[in-house]
């Protein structure tokens, strides 16, 4: 096999690889069925609200870069599992789970794209460009949207405080104070309506 066959044979296999973010299931629920969201339909949902909301914004972003860092930022979730906001002991050793991950899983990659995509999936989790924080608060507020529209049915089996959900919202500032104000707005329906503690 020469190099340019090695290469087509490693960028097939990630995407192979890839459709297992279909069966990672999140705490999330989809709106129009009884069944919980999976990470590949999450990312999809976030490419959707970047594109729509991009002039939200913050700070001036690149759009691709935005885009192609909400499509990748769970694969560590095909390894690591998807690990629920809101709890303390799978969070304690999520950064662990989600590095080995992220070693494997990009390294199926040739070299220096799977280096491009972890340095933007690693400045995600850092929040340190503006594409970043953008699109970590999409991700924030796009579970928060899905769990005030059905009713908050997620937050109500597992007992979600209302701290709890404004605790995990306040970053979102730093990506769009105009997605934070709307994110407070939500929480504080949600709060009114008893579907937060």
């Known amino acids: 096999m020469n190099d340019k066959e090695k290469r087509f044979a490693e960028q097939i296999g990630f995407l192979l690889e890839m459709d297992k973010m279909k069966?990672?299931?999140?705490?999330?629920?989809?709106?129009?069925?009884?069944?919980?969201?999976?990470?590949?339909e999450h990312a999809w949902h976030l490419a959707m609200l970047a594109i729509v909301l991009q002039e939200y914004a913050n700070e001036p972003v690149d759009l691709a870069k935005v885009l192609t860092t909400v499509l990748i930022h769970d694969v560590v979730e095909i390894d690591a599992g998807d690990t629920y906001a809101y709890d303390a002991a799978g969070n304690a050793t999520k950064a662990e789970r989600e590095q080995k991950a992220a070693d494997r899983l990009y390294g199926l990659l040739p070299p220096e794209q799977g280096a491009y995509l972890r340095q933007l999936w690693e400045e995600f989790e850092a929040q340190s460009t503006p594409e970043a924080r953008f699109a970590n608060a999409l991700d924030r507020v796009q579970p928060?949207?899905?769990?005030?529209?059905?009713?908050?049915?997620?937050?109500?089996?597992?007992?979600?405080?209302?701290?709890?959900?404004?605790?995990?919202?306040?970053?979102?500032?730093?990506?769009?104070?105009?997605?934070?104000?709307?994110?407070?707005?939500?929480?504080?329906?949600?709060?009114?309506?008893?579907?937060?503690?």
């Open 144 to 197: 928060l949207m899905l769990n005030y529209s059905k009713h908050g049915e997620s937050w109500l089996s597992h007992g979600t405080r209302r701290e709890q959900v404004e605790g995990r919202i306040r970053p979102v500032y730093d990506g769009s104070a105009q997605l934070g104000d709307f994110a407070m707005e939500l929480i504080r329906r949600a709060a009114d309506e008893g579907l937060l503690k």
């Open 23 to 40: 069966n990672v299931y999140r705490r999330t629920r989809v709106l129009h069925e009884d069944r919980s969201e999976n990470d590949a």
